[in-house]
């Protein structure tokens, strides 16, 4: 069939919450994907997809929305916290539940067939795709930039080497997990070596007394809840990532050990990193150059590295380009995890039979985001990207407080104190609700419109299971053509 059938309606099958859906004893199912991401990978994925064009383009409007060095900072700070918080919760999540997809696999076994669907219509067909286009239009930014001296870059030239990156991406995570993963820890160090310049560079400044920034620095604080929420939304969209490694649980080497170790090394480095950059630039400029800065971190290589300035530009091209390839990495995952319980068309759930990547699920992510270069109609979609991942994060963690309260003895090698998910869902409410309650826009209606317009397609296709003949025939000549098999679920 071109989707796969469920085999209960039991959300958590609490007699055995891992296998709670396709049996993987029914002969079809033959290929697994690899386990092949070990601790370094692990926090390579982490820190490498966090790490992305936030911290080099977004201090300058979380200074704007907070008023003040010192509040903004504090956001910074308020921001790595409320991420360590979800990736904890979500590493107790892993290890009650083992198996890949993240969020859609925890609302699924959660809280049943109809919402997972609605997280997995939102995020295969616009969240990922949007997030990656963004990514990589900002890496074509950056990395032609130098052969436009003095001039903005056109526009075709900025689509055409986006999709040259996504393309790449797509051929390199195609061919090899081990490749994949071997990207992105390359990645990884060079962006962390371009940080840590600019620590060095701000400390330098700072030992030699520039530390104007800093006096009075919290005169002129905003106080407004929409103005904080929306400085939430510009600091949490550079700790985007998170939570990338649950994604893919099912290719982690000891994930009940792997998942949350990685979490505590990663995450404390990348808010560390964060806040020495952002006293860094307030040591080089004042609040006021900083705000009129269209790129914070090429004023800040302009002003401190003189003739070396070029290097910024470079390593923000090299940092979103590992930070497109993470997301890519794990984006894959979810569509590739819908499919194979049922909710998106059953070639998607299929891996090569030589390669053992999910190759049809990263060609549906990669199409999709090529649409959205070349239509260039996404921006407003990933301006409100946090109030959608806010939304779904909100409904994840409820869910482990389910758990926690109704199911505690459900073996779980990792408990996260309660305290933390209940801080994390009230932080996930108050970012969802406090920019609409202060500024309502209709964008968000759109976007709730969209997120449950999936309901045209779950019922027929998903609770009704109409299938239509010819798809199935369209299935097997896809199946023959990409040389993929559908595989089994390794629930460790």
């Not at 820190?47 to 064009?53: E, F, K, N, V």
């Not at 406090?434 to 500024?439: E, K, L």
Request: aromatic share 10%; charged share 10%; hydrophobic share 50%.
């Amino acid at each position: 069939s071109t989707m796969r059938e469920r085999k209960t309606t039991d959300p958590l099958n609490l007699a055995d919450p891992l296998h709670s859906s396709a049996d993987v004893s029914e002969g079809k199912e033959k290929l697994r994907l690899k386990q092949e991401v070990g601790l370094i990978s692990s926090v390579s994925l982490i820190a490498g997809t966090m790490i992305g064009s936030g911290i080099f383009m977004s201090p300058e409007w979380v200074l704007h929305h907070m008023g003040n060095p010192a509040s903004s900072l504090l956001i910074w700070a308020a921001c790595g916290l409320l991420a360590m918080f979800g990736a904890l919760s979500y590493a107790e999540l892993g290890t009650i539940i083992k198996e890949s997809g993240g969020e859609y696999i925890y609302i699924l076994r959660i809280f049943g067939s109809f919402p997972a669907f609605l997280f997995a219509y939102t995020s295969v067909i616009l969240v990922r795709p949007a997030g990656l286009a963004a990514v990589c239009l900002s890496f074509a930014e950056y990395a032609i930039a130098p052969f436009y001296p003095g001039c903005s870059s056109p526009q075709v030239a900025v689509k055409c080497t986006a999709a040259a990156c996504i393309l790449i991406l797509t051929i390199i995570n195609c061919l090899n997990v081990r490749l994949a993963t071997s990207v992105m820890n390359i990645f990884t160090a060079a962006k962390l070596l371009a940080l840590l310049v600019i620590v060095v560079g701000g400390l330098v400044l700072l030992a030699n007394g520039q530390t104007q920034s800093f006096q009075n620095g919290f005169q002129g604080t905003t106080a407004g809840i929409g103005a904080v929420g929306v400085a939430f939304y510009q600091g949490l969209w550079s700790y985007d990532g998170w939570n990338n490694l649950n994604y893919v649980t099912e290719e982690l080497k000891k994930p009940e050990v792997t998942l949350p170790r990685a979490l505590m090394i990663a995450i404390p480095l990348v808010t560390c990193l964060y806040l020495l950059v952002n006293v860094s630039y307030l040591a080089a400029m004042t609040p006021s150059e900083l705000l009129s800065s269209g790129a914070v971190a090429v004023t800040w290589g302009d002003k401190v590295l003189g003739s070396w300035a070029w290097l910024i530009s470079l390593s923000v091209a090299l940092s979103t380009f590992g930070s497109s390839n993470g997301t890519f990495f794990s984006g894959g995952r979810v569509c590739y995890i819908a499919a194979r319980e049922g909710h998106m068309p059953d070639i998607l759930s299929m891996a090569h039979v030589r390669c053992l990547t999910p190759s049809p699920a990263l060609l549906f992510t990669s199409a999709m985001s090529l649409i959205m270069i070349i239509s260039g109609n996404f921006t407003s979609i990933v301006n409100f990207f946090s109030f959608m991942a806010w939304l779904f994060y909100g409904m994840t963690i409820s869910g482990l407080l389910y758990l926690k309260i109704k199911k505690p003895e459900l073996p779980r090698s990792y408990k996260v104190p309660i305290i933390i998910p209940i801080i994390v869902l009230m932080a996930a409410v108050y970012l969802v609700l406090a920019p609409i309650i202060d500024q309502p826009q209709i964008e968000i209606l759109y976007i709730v419109l969209f997120i449950f317009s999936g309901i045209i397609f779950y019922f027929p296709l998903v609770h009704f299971k109409y299938h239509p003949r010819f798809l199935q025939r369209v299935t097997l000549h896809l199946q023959l053509l990409l040389e993929v098999a559908p595989t089994t679920r390794d629930a460790n």
